[in-house]
């Protein structure tokens, strides 16, 4: 009864977790505390607000202004030569830009002084005015500050993608660490099920010692397999402790304050089994990436950029030609009858236009630039989702391996127990055969622990998180 229990017991041990599980940290909790709180992505924040201040700066290039100019003037008159003429001129007026390029300016003047002034003549009361200044041909629709705001929204969404950039990469870095935590928890946890299966074992063979069915040297080696696999469960703490250091710097909480380290009874009480991928996940992963990379989008986004400035260079290279459109109403005693009009066209050409030229030029080559930059990240992109495409079936593939390994390992390992207490054995062998059980059991954890980190990074390959 003795022998029977104490392989029984054996048995037990290698199956039964060591512990619960409380409140465990899973996949899910922890892509909700990176989101939420990790600094790089708060960071990252800080530049989105960045490049919507940037926007409003430029968007203030259309705001109305309100303008007030008060000038006293004397001067000769042209009434007599000597005869000097005092005029106090006073405006008021609200000016403001529209995106197609078009200057208005409406409001009110007045010049008062001994006579009505040929200067600027209006009525006694004044003159209320409405000023346009229309591009005919170089800034119609077209301008530096329209050119600035819409690029200025665009820089808003770079932003934007740039944040869901850096969350991908954070997401999976976090993770990897997180799979080597908990891989670190369940290999410790086989370490300790081997120690404490040397420990029974010095026991029984104690029993056994002591009813004269074994020699004294097979205590002395149970023993030393106890010391030997205590420094192995040493070293494995050692590792936990040390993915749970790296898997702290992702965990944060309110107020940018870093959250306690994780731990080790928190690691999640099972684990999903690998699965493999078939060539439907791949080709809708590839779908994903195109249409969900931030990299990709943002190429886009600074092809639409650049185009603006190569629309902005094009019409510079037209003349200047405004015109110019003045219509006001004169009140007062002295006022004409009807309106006030003044109508005509500015016209500037540069000669050479080499600074547009050299602007269209710089923002086609660009362009150029960008669309072979496009083409070589839309490859790298498709070539990095079938690299963990392939890694995924890989590491399954391995999987199983290792499992049958695990199992026929376990069944040598039995087979040497049994035969140990029917006297066909050593504790030598029998030891070996359980460390060989052990080490299958390691190399399993190993590859199941890749396989999660491979899912992750096709997540983060295909903007699946």
């Known amino acids: 009864m003795i022998k029977l229990s104490y392989w029984h017991l054996f ?3 290698a199956c039964l977790p060591l512990g619960l599980t409380a409140n465990p940290l899973t996949e899910e909790k922890l892509i909700a505390q990176v989101r939420d709180h990790h600094p790089i992505l708060e960071r990252a924040r800080i530049e989105l607000k960045r490049a919507e201040a940037i926007r409003l700066e430029k968007q203030g290039a259309f705001d109305a202004r309100i303008r007030g100019d008060t000038h006293f003037l004397r001067y000769n008159s042209s009434a007599g030569i000597g005869q000097v003429q005092k005029v106090l001129e006073s405006r008021f007026s609200i000016d403001f830009l529209t995106r197609y390029g078009i200057e208005v300016s409406t ?5 008062a002084g001994d006579i009505k002034t040929p200067v600027k003549p209006t009525g006694e009361d004044g003159e209320y005015f409405l000023e346009l200044t229309v591009p005919l041909l170089r800034g119609l629709g077209k301008n530096p500050k329209t050119a600035a705001e819409s690029q200025a929204f665009l820089g808003q969404d770079q932003a934007r993608l740039k944040l869901r950039q850096t969350e991908l990469k954070l997401l999976r870095d976090a993770l990897e660490s997180y799979w080597a935590w908990v891989g670190a928890k369940l290999k410790w946890e086989v370490e300790e099920r081997l120690l404490t299966l040397a420990k029974v074992r010095v026991q029984a063979i104690e029993q056994k010692i002591s009813s004269g069915l074994l020699p004294k040297i097979n205590l002395i080696e149970a023993k030393r397999e106890v010391q030997r696999r205590l420094g192995r469960v040493l ?7 040390k993915t749970a250091f790296k898997l ?4 944060w909480q309110d107020a940018l304050q870093p959250a306690p380290l994780p731990e080790a009874d928190t690691v999640p009480s099972s684990v999903p089994e690998p699965l493999i991928f078939d060539e439907i996940q791949l080709e809708r992963g590839k779908l994903s990436a195109l249409a969900g990379r931030p990299e990709l989008q943002a190429l886009d986004l600074a092809q639409e ?8 260079a094009r019409n510079q290279l037209l003349p200047r030609l405004d015109l ?3 219509q006001g109403y004169q009140t007062g005693s002295d006022a004409i009858e009807g309106p006030v009009i003044k109508a005509g066209v500015n016209m500037s050409l540069p000669v050479l236009q080499r600074t547009a030229k050299g602007r269209l030029h710089q923002a086609l080559l660009a362009l150029s630039n960008l669309d072979i930059q496009k083409k ?3 490859q790298a992109v498709m070539i990095e989702v079938s690299d963990w495409f392939s890694q995924i079936n890989a590491t399954y593939d391995r999987y199983l391996a290792a499992r049958q390994e695990l199992e026929f390992a376990r069944k040598l390992e039995q087979g040497e127990k049994d035969a140990f207490t029917l006297g066909d054995s050593t504790l030598f062998l ?3 055969r359980e460390r060989a059980s052990g080490e299958a059991n390691l190399k399993l954890i190993d590859i199941l622990v890749e396989y999660h980190q491979a899912i992750a990074g096709f997540k983060s390959a295909t903007s699946q998180f």
């Open 11 to 13: 048995s037990l041990l």
């Open 107 to 111: 409001g009110f003047k007045r010049a």
């Open 235 to 241: 070293k494995a703490e050692r590792i936990l402790q």
């Open 248 to 251: 702290g710097l992702f965990l």
């Open 305 to 312: 950029i650049v185009t603006i400035d190569k629309e902005l």
């Open 324 to 326: 110019v459109l003045w």
């Open 376 to 378: 070589q990240r839309i």
């Open 430 to 432: 029998v030891n070996r």
